[in-house]
């Protein structure tokens, strides 16, 4: 089984061929969640960052997999084992394209960008991992990308360190600078943060990494559905997103990596596919991507996937962003609008995700109220306490925008905290 030659440079592929004209109406028709009522009131999801919903193409994608092509891949002789091969390997294909990486071999299928981290600190992290080594994250991680590298930290004796943020939730690069040393062994940040929106300076904070030698691995998982990804032109090492949060199915996810970190990393799990030959003295392991899927991967999973970045492909990425960056805008000045409504994260570098609390009220409160008109936001910690702590709270209120969200469901969110503040008041 071979995947696609590495591609020559796709940037005419990549730019929209003409800018299209992004009709929210006609892409609300495409997720049929969106037309049901929550205790009789239309509902209104802003909770994106969380998880996404899903395009009737997507469902449709997977839905006909398992009714017309259902086998396990690389291993059957027959009919549907080669069509469900191409299918998953095609769902490679569309990713690497999705992320403009070179070589399909770059693109792992993973359950999700959690577990592509743990792959990176388990795999790539451990290897010369020693006493005395650091690995350097920010303040602003989920948990994701933190906890797995206390994990080695701790088994190996080597440290964490973490790069602190400003009062706006905006990292401090000259303390970045300051904290890559000669013992940093890799730097994992997020591109841009769940619980604040800030958009980090991730091109810049690569360049000053690279100058000293240290890899970078940047957690995708909010940045992947509202922004054009160019892994190439960005010069990461590793990259990780999940599909479930792009318009795409839960339990898939992508690590890219380099080729030549992926070659010289040890295998992340064993079993089955991920192995050339074995005997009970040695195994020898599989080629890139496989040598890094042990077992039966998700396969329909993949394809979901594959049909996600199909869609917003369709749609064109560029259309896309603008429509949001717009809509983000409104709503930033909506909730600026409500009293006592105070917006956390950068005030100039914020996409997507609006982490809020209003007045004294309990963010669940907030979130309870809202959801009896409603409206899905998500209320705690985000998966970020180290965040809350930062910024003195226990939890926030998160809006976080997709791209069939509209300005008129944005003034109901404003109409609808305007009224929790007259109730709690
Ligand atoms: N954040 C949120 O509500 P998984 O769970 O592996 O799909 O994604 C983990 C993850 C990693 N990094 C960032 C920046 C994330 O936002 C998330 C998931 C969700 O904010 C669920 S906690």
Redesign the pocket.
């Known amino acids: 089984m071979k995947v696609r030659s590495p591609a020559a440079t796709e940037s005419a592929a990549r730019k929209d061929a003409a800018p299209a004209r992004f009709d929210v109406a006609a892409v609300r028709k495409d997720f049929p969640i969106l037309a049901q009522r929550v205790y009789g009131k239309p509902l209104i999801y802003l909770d994106n960052?969380?998880t996404s919903q899903k395009p009737q193409a997507v469902i449709d994608a997977i839905a006909n997999y398992y009714s017309e092509s259902n086998a396990n891949v690389h291993r059957a002789v027959h009919a549907l084992g080669a069509r469900a091969t191409e299918a998953y390997e095609e769902a490679r294909e569309k990713v690497r394209r999705f992320l403009n990486a070179g070589d399909a071999r770059e693109i792992i299928f993973v359950r999700?960008?959690?577990?592509g981290i743990n792959l990176v600190a388990r795999s790539f992290g451990a290897q010369g991992l020693a006493r005395g080594g650091e690995i350097l994250i920010t303040a602003m991680e989920?948990h994701?990308?933190i906890v797995p590298w206390q994990l080695l930290c701790e088994e190996r004796g080597a440290r964490l360190r973490v790069v602190p943020m400003n009062d706006d939730g905006e990292l401090l690069l000259d303390e970045y600078e300051k904290l890559l040393t000669p013992r940093t062994r890799l730097v994992a940040a997020?591109h841009?943060?769940?619980?604040l929106g800030t958009l980090n300076p991730v091109a810049r904070m690569i360049e000053l990494a690279h100058a000293r030698g240290v890899p970078v691995l940047l957690?995708g998982?909010?940045a992947a559905p509202h922004l054009p990804i160019d892994v190439r032109g960005l010069d990461c090492d590793f990259y990780v997103f999940?599909g479930?949060?792009l318009y795409g199915p839960t339990g898939i996810?992508v690590l890219y990596g380099k080729a030549a970190l992926l070659e010289a990393m040890p295998p992340y799990q064993g079993g089955g596919d991920m192995i050339r030959v074995v005997t009970f003295e040695k195994t020898t392991f599989n080629d890139l991507p496989w040598k890094f899927e042990a077992g039966t991967p998700h396969i329909s999973g993949a394809i979901g996937l594959g049909a996600a970045v199909d869609y917003l492909e369709r749609i064109g990425r560029t259309a896309i962003e603008d429509y949001e960056s717009g809509l983000f805008r409104y709503a930033e000045e909506a909730l600026a609008r409500v009293p006592d409504l105070v917006l956390f994260g950068s005030k100039t570098q914020r996409r997507g995700v609006l982490s809020f609390n209003l007045g004294r009220i309990h963010p669940h409160d907030v979130g309870t109220v809202l959801d009896r008109a409603g409206i899905a936001i998500?209320a705690g910690h985000?998966?970020a306490q180290p965040v809350m702590d930062r910024l003195g709270v226990t939890a926030t209120a998160r809006a976080s925008i997709a791209l069939f969200n509209t300005r008129e469901e944005i003034d109901r969110l404003a109409e609808a905290l305007v009224e929790a503040r007259r109730v709690f008041g």
């Not at 841009?192 to 619980?195: E, F, G, P, V």
């Open positions: 960052a969380a999700s960008a959690t577990e989920h994701s990308n997020s841009l943060s769940n619980a957690d998982a909010q999940s479930h949060k996810g998500r985000h998966c």
